[in-house]
């Protein structure tokens, strides 16, 4: 699965069925609630500097630059969600304490700077080789840095044809299990500190997403077309199956340089 996968998975009708389902200026389960959570996780202290890998439509990062509130820079690789971002920060008036830049995951363009906090909201799921990702986050982290992350993943031993097609369905190349993470957080010399399961949570919620989509049938066929209704609600009923059932995980992390 290429990164253009990825990109497809966020363009209109994708973003605009998400940002619904989920919460305004958010493409992740809970919205500013799942926000919180990391905050809480990492302890986020005022003007402390944060990056974002995978900041969406911004509202992750400007919840952050708000509530606690920090210098947040928000990296994305597709160009209208950071153009998105970019104009809700204006609009909310954070633009002097957030930026919003197009990027890539695997080459970060942030060499010269260091960031006290790393964070990512349901986001690196999307990202290919997140073994090399990782690796390079000790890199971005000034000392004593911490990573605070949720993402979903796939329970340990799911069948390889099953995890290849939730791989598929979520946009989520070579997607991860919680062992994955684990040692790679170890490979890259950061400390392992706190995990906490989400998959209730997320099976929870995606019952609720699911009686959302129902109610935007209407709106999303005159949109779109009853086809991309039908294809939304079962991709997504899909994706509530593999949560109900566990083979489908959510998982916090909190990590910090040795």
Known sequence: MSQEAV?????????????????????????????QRLIDAAQLQ????VLE?????????????????????GV????????????????AGLAARSRFVVGDALSLPFADQRFDVVVGQDAWCHIP????????LPGMLAPGGRVAFSDWLVADGLPADLRSEVG?????????????????????GLILEHTQDLTTVFADEYERVLARLSELEAEVTA?????????????HAFIAERFQRAQLRGVLFLARVA
């Open 7 to 35: 990109r497809s998975n966020y363009n209109d009708i994708g973003a605009f069925v998400m940002e619904r389902i989920y919460a305004p200026g958010f493409l992740s389960l809970e919205g500013p609630v799942a926000t």
């Open 46 to 49: 005022a003007n402390e500097r």
């Open 53 to 73: 890998v995978g900041s969406g439509l911004g509202g992750p990062a400007l919840h952050i630059a708000a509530t606690v509130p920090c210098h947040v820079t």
């Open 76 to 91: 994305d690789i597709v160009p209208d969600n950071v153009s998105h971002a970019s104009d809700a920060a204006h609009a």
């Open 129 to 136: 080789h997140k073994d090399r990702f990782v690796a390079s």
């Open 168 to 188: 598929e369905v979520t946009a989520s190349p070579g997607i991860a299990s919680q062992a994955q993470y684990a040692q790679w957080l170890a490979n890259a």
């Open 223 to 235: 949109r779109f077309s009853a086809k991309v209704a039908r294809i939304v609600y079962g991709k």
